[in-house]
């Protein structure tokens, strides 16, 4: 969990200590009345799980060295060669949770306990990629009813499949194996969400194939109509899906929103018009159905540049008119206001939306070397984890989306150190645009790299 809700965790410990004190009396003097051992046992036992888990989730921001300052978008034009040549520190083996007996919480003050050095806090986003002969999840061949082509590295002339054999094994975490029966079941009745650019596509994609194991699934009904997402006249495809599994009811969806801000073409008569691209207010599509969803997952980040917002004919608005703030209209000031105010926003709904989990999913990173997208930039390193497997550092690499939800109830899905070490598991040459010599080291071959986000997603429901 982030750190920042340190206000509302205090309340927490406090009435969970107050509550415990009043159960612990109860059943004292029940026990001296009648004393069925069995009942106190079972209570203490309940009690005992929800403090150790009230513990894994304890805020971790104190001890937290500061994150480090590298600027993202910096990164991607000057790319990290994972050449092996990066420094790595040995991971300290840490000890387990310090089980603590009810007895001992009653008397001490938990928010004490829970930062002491002794205990080890899980961050799913340290750790290691370990080779896994039950990896991957689905196959690339079988999941053809929710994978794009262009993106099934199994169906292009790709030969090397070793990227699909690994799992991502987070430090002091527990992390069970994903089971997709487990997962439809625990999210019967619920809808789960995914708005964001094209790697947010990806995550919905991959999580479809996880969910009904990557096998031809007749029975789930696609019930995009519920949430107006149907192919408008002329367009290439709906601006997303929604999928349902009956037996469950439980609803995976997609919505396009490439920059998290609302879009609203300025001339709706003139074909050519330019969109007025409402920095500070969330897409209407998150605004509409926010209370049908009870897992939202946000991304964005690699659409904001020039050349994407000038290909959009996207202009910035603010506060209803367009934006005359010069600073504010520097792409990287621009993404970190948006995001912060739909992050901003988001929090002021989910005292309202008691049902709901936000997760902001921290940005993918690219591996173009020797060159750009557009500039004869390619990934050809078929060697897994070549530059390392591991994650060592504390803080997010996205420190723009991690200083976001910092203080807020919406969680970090801090995705980027781990990928990065991936450079092997893009759809690099094998792309649909392969035929203008072009490499996409951007996007991810499925299975692969997004199945990792889903099983951290999952973990973290
Ligand atoms: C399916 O789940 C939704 C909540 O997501 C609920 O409103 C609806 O009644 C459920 N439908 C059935 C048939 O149980
Ligand atoms: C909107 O676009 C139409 C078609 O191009 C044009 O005729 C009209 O003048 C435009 N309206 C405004 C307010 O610019
Ligand atoms: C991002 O925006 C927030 C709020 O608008 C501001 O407080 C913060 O300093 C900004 N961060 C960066 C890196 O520009
Ligand atoms: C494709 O690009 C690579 C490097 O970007 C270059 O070496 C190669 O000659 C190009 N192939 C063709 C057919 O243009
Ligand atoms: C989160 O916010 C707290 C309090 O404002 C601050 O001390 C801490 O450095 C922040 N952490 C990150 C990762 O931004």
Redesign the pocket.
């Known amino acids: 969990m982030k750190a920042g809700s340190g206000y509302s965790l205090r309340g927490r410990h406090i009435s969970l200590a107050l509550v415990a004190l009043v159960i612990t009396t109860v059943l004292l003097w029940t026990w001296e009345k009648n004393p069925l051992a069995i009942t106190l046992r079972s209570a203490q036992l309940q009690y005992q799980i929800s403090s150790s888990e009230l513990l894994a989730k304890a805020p971790t921001d104190s001890s937290k060295p500061t994150k480090p300052t590298k600027n993202i978008e910096e990164q991607y034009s000057h790319p990290i060669r994972t050449d092996g040549t990066k420094k790595e520190k040995q991971i300290v083996n840490a000890a387990p949770l310090k089980s603590m007996s009810a007895h001992s919480l009653e008397t001490q003050d938990i928010a004490d306990v829970a930062s002491s050095s002794s205990i080890k806090v899980c961050n799913y986003a340290k750790g290691r990629w370990v080779a896994d002969r039950r990896r991957p999840l689905y196959s690339g061949f079988g999941c053809k009813q929710w994978l794009s082509p262009m993106w099934a590295c199994r169906l292009t002339q790709r030969p090397d499949f070793s990227f699909e054999g690994y799992r991502w094994l987070p430090q002091n975490c527990e992390m069970p194996e994903f089971e997709r029966f487990a997962f439809v079941k625990r999210m019967q009745d619920k809808t789960i969400a995914f708005i964001g650019d094209s790697l947010g596509r990806q995550q919905f994609q991959s999580l479809m194939c996880m969910a009904s194991g990557g096998e031809e699934s007749p029975e789930v009904e696609n019930v995009g109509w519920e949430y107006g997402l149907v192919k408008p006249r002329g367009a290439i495809r709906p601006d997303g899906w929604a999928y349902r599994f009956p037996k469950t009811n439980t609803t995976i969806l997609y919505y396009w929103s490439a920059s998290l801000s609302d879009l609203q073409p300025i001339n709706i008569t003139d074909p050519a018009t330019n969109v007025a691209m409402h920095l500070d207010l969330p897409p209407a599509f998150m605004r509409r159905f926010l209370h049908r969803f009870n897992v939202l997952v946000l991304n964005t980040g690699h659409h904001w540049n020039r050349g994407k917002l000038n290909a959009n004919r996207w202009v910035m608005y603010v506060d209803g008119k367009p934006n005359e703030d010069k600073k504010l209209a520097e792409i990287a000031n621009a993404k970190n206001f948006t995001i912060c105010s739909v992050v901003r926003w988001l929090d002021s709904q989910l005292p309202l939306h008691p049902q709901l989990k936000v997760f902001f999913r921290t940005i993918s990173p690219r591996h173009f070397f ?2 750009d997208w557009n500039t ?3 990934c050809d390193n078929t060697t897994p984890l070549s530059g390392g497997s591991k994650v060592v550092q504390d803080g997010s690499i996205d420190s723009v989306v991690e200083a976001a939800v910092n203080g807020t109830k919406v969680k970090l899905l801090d995705i980027t150190a781990i990928s990065q070490l991936r450079d092997e598991a893009h759809m690099s040459r094998y792309t649909v645009r392969a035929t203008l ?3 996409d080291c951007l996007h991810w071959c499925l299975p692969g790299t997004p199945d990792t986000w889903n099983e951290l997603l999952v973990a973290q429901i």
């Open positions: 020797n060159g004869g930039g390619s010599n072009v490499s």
